[in-house]
């Protein structure tokens, strides 16, 4: 059974930085393309990053370098760096995965988790 469980969200400051972790199991993510989403409140769910299962990475124009994504396929796990936090950001950040290649339409990623809230305020 496909599960993913994100955590790290929090309370931080505008500028500050959090460490998101998608971690998977019953099954390896190195095949699949994982990909980190939010949505924040009154707003359709956005694509934030993904990974490919060779390490590529793409990103969002809202990111602007301020965001990076990695992954340990020892520990079954991806990461989101979130660095320079502002309001804007505040939102509930999902992890989810597909097949293949990397995604920027959020509604054609599957098997989500339940989401880790990060909520930058000052």
């Known amino acids: 059974q496909v599960h993913l469980v994100e955590s790290g969200g929090g309370l931080v400051q505008p500028g500050g930085s959090l460490r998101l972790s998608c971690q998977a199991s019953?099954?390896?993510?190195?095949?699949?393309?994982i990909g980190w989403l939010r949505q924040a409140p009154g707003k359709e769910r956005a694509f934030v990053a993904g990974i490919s299962y060779i390490g590529q990475t793409l990103y969002g124009d809202f990111v602007k370098g301020r965001f990076t994504t990695n992954k340990d396929n020892a520990k079954n796990t991806v990461y989101l760096q979130l660095n320079n936090l502002n309001s804007e950001d505040t939102a509930v950040y999902y992890c989810?995965?597909?097949?293949?290649?990397?995604?920027?339409?959020?509604?054609?990623?599957?098997?989500w988790g339940q989401g880790t809230q990060v909520t930058v305020s000052s």
């Open positions: 989810a995965l597909r097949g293949g290649v990397i995604y920027f339409d959020a509604t054609l990623w599957e098997h």
């Open positions: 019953g099954f390896s993510l190195a095949p699949y393309a």
